[in-house]
T-cell receptor, first 117, second 115 residues
């Protein structure tokens, strides 16, 4: 069974600075997706970034980037130039991919990020 | 675009009462699922469906029933509510099978309190 671990329950960062959220996972699969979802106080789940395991290049989306280390089963999220609107709960998630994939996500327990002015 | 719509947004029940959380999507997604979110636990999969007439259990299915009579709708039923079912519930949908892009589209969540 797959597991996802987020070891930082809470973090804080000053506005305009950079912060990195950690995520490790355990799986015997070779073909999968990894995700970071953001959940602001509005409760809506918002996809931040997605990484396909077969791609060696780290995914980036504007101020958000990941450091994907497949051998180490590590998938950290870096937020550059932090903004007040980045304040949210962040979830790391795993999904098996390919034929037979059910689209089921395995979530970590989340990291609560506070951006301070 | 409506996307994934959940109703109700909030509900308070007494122990033993029954209710149905509604979920509808207008994206013609084959895959739909229900998650529950509890403090410190992340989101956990309750039930999922890969198409009309097909459902299966996730990680925490006990106390919940689902059915999928149409592609659009995937209701979650609590037959006899218990305080342990106090949670926030999310419905999600996506394309499935070989074209699975991995992205799940979530509803806005339904907060359920069982007294």
């Amino acid at each position: 069974a797959q597991t996802v671990t987020q070891s930082q329950p809470e973090m804080s960062v000053q506005e305009a600075e950079t912060v990195t959220l950690s995520c490790t996972y355990d799986t015997s699969e070779n073909n999968y997706y990894l995700f970071w979802y953001k959940q602001p106080p509005s409760r809506q789940m918002i996809l931040v970034i997605r990484q396909e395991a077969y791609k060696q290049q780290n995914a980036t989306e504007n101020r958000f980037s990941v450091n994907f280390q497949k051998a180490a089963k590590s998938f950290s999220l870096k937020i550059s130039d932090s903004q007040l609107g980045d304040t949210a709960m962040y979830f790391c998630a795993f999904m098996k991919r390919g034929r037979g994939s059910q689209g089921n996500l395995i979530f970590g327990k989340g990291t609560k990020l506070s951006v301070k002015p | 675009n409506a996307g994934v719509t959940q109703t109700p947004k909030f509900q308070v029940l007494k122990t033993g009462q029954s209710m149905t959380l509604q979920c509808a999507q207008d994206m013609n997604h084959e895959y739909m699922s229900w998650y529950r979110q509890d403090p410190g636990m992340g989101l956990r999969l309750i039930h999922y469906s890969v198409g009309a007439g097909i459902t299966d259990q996730g990680e925490v299915p006990n106390g919940y029933n689902v059915s999928r009579s149409t592609t659009e709708d995937f209701p979650l039923r609590l037959l006899s509510a218990a305080p342990s079912q106090t949670s926030v519930y999310f419905c999600a949908s996506s394309l499935s099978g070989g074209v699975n892009t991995g992205e799940l589209f979530f509803g806005e969540g339904s907060r359920l309190t069982v007294l």
